[in-house]
């Protein structure tokens, strides 16, 4: 037994440095995907924002060949921008507090926990994305 304890800790460092190389590697790749990813959505954002401009033009355009006057074309292209723009500013801000991991907080903490914001103050997202509290 005393023999085969000695070989166990012989051979502890370099299982442990074979599973911190392996961390490594893969740590190593994870990283160039992440910056091929993050180039990638960079990309995508500079042809959906070229696609969304070309397909408001196309519909202001189409508005004032019906009829409407450029001024109030374009005031309604406006407008239904600054909805969008305010729909997913109040979604943003009904999000960040799911940024604050409180649940996971209250379970590997020893001490007790204040209340987290997202906790009463917006039960209806709660119950809408199936996270009902316990």
């Not at 070989?7 to 995907?33: F, I, T, Y």
């Not at 109040?90 to 209340?115: D, F, N, Q």
């Amino acid at each position: 037994m005393p023999q085969l304890l000695l070989s166990l800790l012989q051979e502890l460092p370099k299982l442990v440095g074979d599973r911190v190389e392996l961390l490594s590697l893969d740590l190593r790749r994870a990283s160039s995907a992440l910056g091929q990813i993050t180039g990638l959505v960079v990309v995508l954002a500079i042809l959906g924002v070229t696609a969304w401009l070309l397909i408001w033009g196309g519909v202001l355009v189409a508005l004032v060949m019906v009829g409407l006057p450029p001024e109030a074309a374009l005031l309604l292209g406006i407008a239904i921008n600054l909805l969008g723009m305010w729909f997913a500013v109040s979604r943003i801000r009904a999000l960040v507090p799911k940024l604050l991991l409180g649940t996971i907080r209250k379970h590997l903490t020893l001490t007790p926990m204040p209340p987290m914001p997202d906790d009463a103050a917006h039960p209806a997202d709660a119950a809408a994305d199936g996270s009902e509290k316990a």
